[in-house]
C-alpha cells in the first residue's frame, strides 16, 4: 500500500518546471513545426521565455505567470503582434508538457485561456515609390557576377513578391510557360500553401542574365558568390537575401528597407486598381532600359 502511495506521488504532474523540463517541452514544440520559419520564430520566443521563467525564484507554471511574462513583455514596447506569437509559442510550450505528463492538464488550460496584446489600428508599413523601385534596381553593378545576381533578386522580389524563404528556395525547374507566359509553378509558400505566380518579361530576362553568366542550368537558382566573384556552394540563405536588399537600399538612399516591403509593392502591383497598375508601369518600363 505504502509502495502504491509513493509510485501515485512520483508520477503527480509537476506545477514547477526545471530546465530539462522546459528543453524537453521546447523539444516537442519545435518538432511539431513543419516550417522552418516556424521553427526558428517559436525557438526563438520560447528561449526568451525560459531565460525569463528561470530568472525568476521558484515560479510555478500557471496562467499568472503567463500572465505577469505577458505585462512584462509589453513594457518592453514590443509591437502587439510579436508579443502574441510569443505567447502563442508559451501557450504551445505549455500544451507539450501537460501532454508529456509534466504539467497538469488544468494548469495547462488555464495558460491557454491567456489572453494576448491588443492591436489598435494598423501598420502601414513602407511603401515604395516608381523612382524608388528604379534606383533599388540600378543599385547592383551589372558588369560583375555577384551584381547580375544582386539584380535578379532585387527583380524577383520587386516583380514577383517572393519571400525571402521562397526566393531561396526557387529552382531551375520552377521556371516554367503557362499560356505563353513565364510563372513560378507550383511554389510551395508558407504554411505549406501551393500558388502559381507570374513572373514579368523583365523579370525573367534578370534571372536569365544571372544564371547565363553563373552557368547554372539545375538545381537552385540563387548560389552564393565568393569575394573573388566564383560561386561558391550550391545555395543562398534568407539572411543574405536580407544583406542583398540592405546593401541596395543604402546605395539607393532608401531608408529603413526590408525585403518583406518589397512583397508588399509587389502586391499592389497584382491587386485589381487601375492606380496601382500605373505606378508598376515606369519600374518595368525602366527595368527593360537598363
Request: net charge positive.
Amino acid at each position: 500500500m505504502a509502495n502504491r502511495q509513493k509510485t501515485a506521488k512520483r508520477h503527480k504532474p509537476k506545477t514547477i518546471l526545471r530546465f530539462p523540463d522546459l528543453e524537453h517541452s521546447k523539444n516537442a514544440v519545435v518538432n511539431s513545426l513543419a516550417a522552418a520559419s516556424s521553427q526558428e520564430s517559436y525557438g526563438h520566443a520560447i528561449d526568451e521565455f525560459i531565460g525569463w521563467y528561470c530568472s525568476e525564484p521558484r515560479l510555478a507554471f500557471n496562467r499568472t505567470v503567463v500572465l505577469r511574462y505577458r505585462f512584462f513583455l509589453e513594457q518592453k514596447d514590443l509591437a502587439p503582434s510579436t508579443i502574441n506569437v510569443w505567447l502563442a509559442a508559451v501557450r504551445r510550450l505549455a500544451y507539450e508538457a501537460s501532454d508529456s505528463g509534466l504539467l497538469s492538464p488544468e494548469l495547462a488550460a488555464g495558460i491557454r485561456r491567456v489572453k494576448g496584446a491588443k492591436r489598435l489600428g494598423t501598420r502601414i508599413g513602407n511603401w515604395l515609390t516608381s523612382d524608388q523601385c528604379r534606383s533599388l534596381l540600378r543599385a547592383p553593378c551589372r558588369d560583375t557576377l555577384r551584381g547580375k545576381r544582386d539584380r535578379a533578386i532585387l527583380a524577383v522580389l520587386v516583380g514577383c513578391g517572393l519571400r525571402r524563404a521562397e526566393l531561396v528556395g526557387l529552382q531551375y525547374d520552377d521556371l516554367q510557360i503557362r499560356e505563353e507566359h513565364w510563372v513560378v509553378a507550383d511554389l510551395i509558400g508558407k504554411g505549406t500553401h501551393i500558388r502559381t505566380v507570374p513572373m514579368p518579361g523583365w523579370v525573367k530576362s534578370a534571372v536569365d542574365d544571372w544564371m547565363q553568366a553563373a552557368g547554372i542550368t539545375a538545381g537552385f537558382i540563387f548560389r552564393a558568390v565568393s569575394r573573388t566573384g566564383a560561386i561558391w556552394g550550391d545555395h543562398i540563405t534568407p539572411k543574405a537575401i536580407w544583406h542583398v536588399v540592405k546593401g541596395a537600399a543604402r546605395h539607393a538612399g532608401i531608408a529603413n528597407l526590408a525585403p518583406h516591403d518589397l512583397r508588399r509593392y509587389a502586391e499592389c502591383r497584382i491587386m485589381p486598381n487601375p492606380s496601382a497598375r500605373l505606378a508598376w508601369s515606369p519600374v518595368e518600363r525602366a527595368s527593360d532600359r537598363s
